[in-house]
């Protein structure tokens, strides 16, 4: 019989699956609109979740919120199988994209809870693998570009890009519902404190205009950091980071459909299997953001409806 996790073992989950769901791949579609404003959005979007962590209801008197939930966790199912893809199989990522979803789906239907201490592993392994990508980006100077892109080029740094930069970088900062209020502002602050870092580096080496075109943003920033030796460490962190991720929020959309959890995780993992074939990541990083911002913003509205 599974024990019931403690509130540091929910935490853990949540920060595991939260780095899966968007750090991978989101910089560089944030890089691509704001290049260097992207730190700053990258805070803006902690803000925004840390607010709709303390004025969210759970649970919602509307049918919509459910709806749209599901959706951007859909969305945010695709994200996270294609950083799969790309860190872990780049020579075939759409494959790889597609072999997570359904392994990871038939753990969730089939496998029994995991006990809090994978969770508190997971978060020790993807965490430690960020810190090292951190330090490794920081242990070398990088190569100064001869001339500053210009001012209309994707990564150029751009003030006005900060606020669509934070509206991508949101989905990196969505914990699950699962968990209450405070482990959510727990999972927020770890979370922040760690992206901004990865963030800063990845910057650091490879400049705004280089980080917006890179398809696996940290592995392009170790290779310009003379550090590619360590991809085979950041591939496994990437591999904990998507499963967790993708368990998240498919668990989650178990959760929304409680009339047929089981036919809804399966037809979830099969949208997501088919956008990761399809779709290019920033798209799906994006929708998954507008969806699930819409969705708390349903639920703050309902939830303040209610009180009335």
Sequence with gaps: MTQPQSSADRVAR????TFGAGLFLGLAPAAGLAGWWLVPGMALAAVLAVLFALSTQDSSSSPVAPLV?????????VAAATAFGRY????RPEVGAVMLVIVVAGLVLLAPPLPGMVDRVAAFVVVGVLVLVVVSCFAI???DLAVAPPADTAG???AVGLFPAALLLYLGFIGSPSV???ERLAIVGVVLVVSLAVAIGALWQLGGERLALSPAPLRDALAAADAA???GLLAVGATVACVFALRGVLGDIRELAPARPNHMVAFAAGVAALGALLLAPEYTI????VLLLVEAGIRVLSGRRGRA
């Design 69 to 77: 939930g599901i959706l951007g966790r859909i969305a945010a199912a």
């Design 88 to 91: 872990v199989l780049p020579g």
């Design 14 to 17: 949540g920060v595991v699956s």
């Design 156 to 158: 150029a740094d751009d």
């Design 141 to 143: 100077a990088p190569v």
């Design 229 to 231: 030796g360590i991809d």
């Design 180 to 182: 209450v209020r405070r």
């Design 286 to 289: 994006a929708g998954a953001s």
